[in-house]
């Protein structure tokens, strides 16, 4: 009788699942083990100081803390620290008002004015909810405002932040083109407020929080004692400075939020579910609604593709990135697959996007870049151990090496760390540097000649400060050196008549949007006593003639040149790169 071959099959069988499982653990572990490389070479340059936690196919493969919570005590960054959210807040807001929609106490197509009776009927008759969840309201951004910075440190109600800009004049007809604004999100805070006749805080408590039984997460009070809460901190040479004061009543609904990456892992999950909200409602939350900088706006998100590494592959996500005062963050979800990506620092501008593409490319299996070093902090560093003569055979020997790359800012901030604690000769190091590398900065030369005239070089510091006004004339910092250095500057500062200015008057649409930016990109001149104005979505700017139709603009550098050979074509380029024609 022949033998049964079962238990042969069954053995070759349990041998191949091993081996497959074996298989799969080693790759799971390559992964983790490259994201850990990965971000430990951005923590290792200093370029990261936060947490981070990495899902794949909705479970949790990697999560970490690198750097520092509090610099001060030494207390380091973990999974549950709490971080500030600044705008990824919107996507809670818009979480509630999509909860109220679909308990029909809100409708999206209704105007604001239907729920604020006593906001102005003016404009709050064409505004709705959805022009305000898509940035497509028109109403400019509070943020911007001229008085922000003193706003900044001051307890704020709802109400008198909307004060704020409720009489202000629209930028543009709603639902005309998307143009982000902290103030719409306000107002939406705002209107859940008064339809509950609850705090916001409260209603996001109930509804969202204890649901999910996100515990670590909350809205941020100044004055509460949080436990594991990050200080937030900014980059200062190599050292790191106490960020700006806000005081978050200022943020509210926009961006007054705090989390943990694990806290934000709930929250992703949850969105998978209907434990929130209803399917037929997320899909709207998360539809495609308005072009908006290359991608889309959706309700509280942002939708699109991003590149996987350094591979030509690009893959759908669902994401938002926040910006506050020492603080940087950036949630970005996979549904293709159901992975999940977030970054949450507390020293400023980390390069979060560059950090999710890397880590895009791990989860996917495809190539991607390790970080460079900054050259102006390694310089610095050099200076410091090793003195200036070190610093100089070190520049020369990897000033083209590809695993440093050379930022302006960077090395001017080095260069300042050094001029105030009285190296000057070692900042005039370092300010030459950067001349030589951005001959056209104007900055560049105002900081070298600064740092000469330190020295007491005296017709090198006028010669570099001529460089810089010649670059941009509107620089105060630079006309008012050479005037108390006894420099006439009147041939230095160009003038315009007021006709030619008159001629450049006007509204200005984009021609063929770098990067696939919104295509209603607009920007507006205007003369005003002699001078010319410009207004890019309520950011209103001097633009400072450094010939008959070239200008620039004194708070950035960026120049503006027209073409008003035709006057029935006039066209301006700005930064080099962007062209934008005259409407009639």
Known sequence: M????????????????????????SCGQTKVENLDKLIGAYAENANFNGSVLVAEKGVIIYKKGFGLANMEYGI??????????????????????????????LALDSPISRYLHDYPKKTGDRITIHHLLTHTSGIPDYTSFPGFRQLMGTTARPEELVRLFADSALEFAPGERYQYSNSGYVLLGFIIETITGKTYEQVLQSKILVPLEMNNTGYDHNSSVLTDRAAGYNRAGNSFQNANYIDMSVSFSAGGLYSTVEDLYKWDQALYTEKLLPKKYLDLSFAKQVPADGQFYGYGWMIGKISVGNSTDRIETIGHSGVINGFNARITRIPSDKSLIVLLNNTGGAPLDEMTVGIAGILN??????????????????IDQDGLDAARLFYDKVKTSEDYQLNENDINSAGYELLQSSRAKEATFLFKINVEAFPNSFNAYDSYGEALLTLGDTTQSIENYKKSVKLNPGSQSGLSALKQLGVNTDTLVKHVPIEQLKILEGEYLVIDPPGGRNKYWKLQFKEEKGELFGNDGGYRYKLVPVAENKFINPDDGASFVFDASDRNSITVLVFGNVKFKKLS
């Open 365 to 382: 299996d495809k190539p991607y870049s390790f970080p460079k070093k900054s050259l102006a902090y390694s310089l610095l560093h050099v």
């Open 76 to 105: 380091p960054n973990q999974p549950s620290t709490k971080f500030r959210l600044g705008s990824v807040t919107k996507q809670f807001t818009a979480m509630l008002i999509m909860q109220l929609v679909s308990e029909n106490k």
């Open 2 to 25: 022949r033998k049964s071959s079962r238990p042969l099959i069954k053995t070759i069988l349990l041998g191949l699942f091993a081996l497959i499982a074996l298989f799969n653990e």
